[in-house]
């Protein structure tokens, strides 16, 4: 049920425990978290209301990593979702989740974090016309590169860059409490429950990414509840943070400041320490954005080599090379597919928000798969062992699958009813599903290992 480790061309046991929680908290905090404040102050409408919005999304999130620290550490496997979703619906489904991962999910997630990145680096130094451009494929470039070296040299840059992600947070964190609190001001005006579900939504984004250390599950050098405390501890850390940099927005300029702000991180940085620190907002955003890319770019590979192994038409994405313990072939792939999304986006100028409503219904239906997927591998493995066990089994996994259920509604809501632009990016990536869903049944029949 789990996959072999420690034979040439496998997963080895190379990661610890601290390069998992450096890995997650990396591939969590991105861009989001200097962008949606502003947008969750706005629809919170009172400041007990805007706590509470970020309290609770990482209470969510803690549900979520309590479901799938049993999971992982029941089944480890670098396939991750994918393995989870192959032993309880079968290979076809399992195939599904990797061509989303491969052509949607995670190379536009990729895409859309190198032109955040390249947008930032050209406000420090421009590089003409396709500036943004230009970054956004030189970095996707170089460090695959670092990937395609070795595993261990990708999680050391990640730990280096974690840490500077996590440095940049605690000063803009310590400078929203080093000016003077803003002058008290009417909130912004909201309309309720479904103005604080639109902040929900933007919390749980911004917490988003937590569940690819599954991916690395088999590479874990520590006992088998070594992938739990990694979970746990990444969650806890990331709410952390993410409590205290609201706090030091809130105190730098108030909720309704907040909610006005379009780089309300950027505003708090400039109360702070003067102009200079607008360009000192700059090079913090992008090495938050570069730690995402990096992260990303290790765990994305991993659901493509796992179906690689399983799919003989596949069996090129399946390579696991032994000399840098990484799934090189899978990585080239997904190198490629994400530059050419740079590029499409380069030509349209529309990519992000395209993306976002390309891959949202795609991603929440797939993550509550997952999630159900604990309810069935219990029923079908009764035996197995399991290391960690979700506790308060089955409240706890059945209020993640609430929440991904409630935020796969959101998503096809908010764009069904919006323009035809955002109709046309949702309805494209269920199409690109439906493709993949007709090139399975072309597929010759998964091998069995």
């Known amino acids: 049920m789990s996959d072999h480790t420690g034979a040439a061309g496998a997963p080895t046991r190379v990661l610890s425990v601290k390069d998992a929680v450096m890995l997650t908290v990396g591939v969590v905090i991105g861009a989001g978290i200097f962008k949606a404040p502003s947008l969750v102050a706005g629809a919170a409408g009172s400041e007990t209301m805007m706590i509470l919005a970020w309290v609770l999304g990482g209470a969510i999130t803690v549900v979520g990593a309590l479901t799938?620290?049993?999971?992982?550490?029941?089944?480890?496997?670098?396939?991750?979702?994918?393995?989870?979703?192959?032993?309880?619906?079968?290979?076809?489904?399992?195939?599904?989740?990797?061509?989303?991962?491969?052509?949607?999910?995670?190379?536009?997630?990729i895409a859309l974090l190198a032109f955040v990145f390249g947008d930032y680096c050209t406000q420090l130094y421009p590089l003409g016309p396709y500036s943004s451009s230009i970054y956004a494929c030189t970095v996707v470039f170089v460090l695959s590169a670092i990937h395609w070296v070795s595993t261990r040299a990708s999680s050391t840059t990640q730990n280096w860059l974690t840490g500077l992600e996590v440095g940049g947070l605690v000063l803009v964190s310590v400078a929203g409490f080093m000016v003077e609190p803003a002058a008290a001001a009417p909130p912004p005006v909201v309309s309720g429950q479904a103005a604080f579900g639109f902040a929900m939504i933007m919390v749980l984004l911004t917490f988003?990414?937590?569940?690819?250390?599954?991916?690395?599950?088999?590479?874990?050098?520590?006992?088998?509840?070594?992938?739990?405390?990694?979970?746990?501890?990444?969650?806890?850390?990331?709410?952390?943070?993410?409590?205290?940099?609201?706090?030091?927005?809130?105190?730098?300029?108030?909720?309704?400041?907040?909610?006005?702000?379009?780089?309300?991180?950027?505003?708090?940085?400039?109360?702070?320490?003067?102009?200079?620190?607008?360009?000192?907002?700059?090079?913090?955003?992008?090495?938050?954005t570069l730690t995402s890319i990096n992260s990303t770019l290790i765990v994305g590979a991993r659901s493509s080599y796992a179906a690689g192994r399983d799919w003989p038409a596949l069996?090129?994405?399946?390579?696991?090379?032994?000399?840098?313990?990484?799934?090189?072939?899978a990585l080239l792939v997904q190198t490629v597919i994400a530059l050419a999304l740079i590029v499409l986006g380069a030509a349209t100028r529309d990519g992000f928000t395209t993306m976002v409503d390309f891959t949202a219904p795609v991603f929440w239906f797939f993550f509550l798969l997952a999630g159900l997927s604990l309810f069935v591998l219990r029923a079908k493995y009764p035996e197995a062992e399991r290391p960690f066990r979700t506790p308060l089994y089955p409240v706890i996994?059945?209020?993640?699958?609430?929440?991904?259920?409630?935020?796969?509604?959101?998503?096809?809501?908010?764009?069904?009813?919006?323009?035809?632009?955002?109709?046309?990016?949702?309805?494209?990536?269920?199409?690109?599903?439906?493709?993949?869903?007709?090139?399975?049944?072309?597929?010759?029949?998964?091998?069995?290992?």
């Open 397 to 449: 996994p059945a209020l993640f699958c609430c929440a991904c259920a409630w935020l796969l509604y959101s998503s096809l809501a908010y764009v069904y009813s919006s323009g035809s632009y955002e109709k046309a990016g949702a309805t494209l990536g269920i199409a690109v599903l439906a493709v993949g869903a007709v090139i399975s049944l072309f597929l010759s029949r998964p091998a069995r290992r």
């Open 315 to 329: 069996r090129f994405l399946g390579a696991w090379s032994a000399q840098g313990s990484a799934p090189r072939h």
């Open 208 to 288: 988003g990414g937590w569940n690819e250390v599954a991916y690395i599950s088999a590479e874990i050098a520590s006992d088998k509840r070594g992938i739990a405390r990694a979970l746990i501890i990444s969650i806890l850390v990331v709410t952390a943070l993410y409590l205290a940099i609201n706090l030091a927005y809130l105190n730098a300029l108030g909720i309704t400041g907040m909610a006005k702000s379009s780089a309300v991180a950027a505003d708090v940085l400039k109360a702070a320490f003067g102009e200079w620190g607008s360009r000192a907002m700059s090079v913090i955003v992008a090495i938050a």
């Open 68 to 109: 799938y620290a049993e999971l992982a550490s029941t089944f480890p496997s670098a396939g991750g979702d994918y393995h989870f979703i192959q032993m309880a619906y079968g290979r076809r489904i399992a195939f599904l989740f990797a061509w989303a991962r491969a052509t949607v999910i995670t190379t536009g997630s």
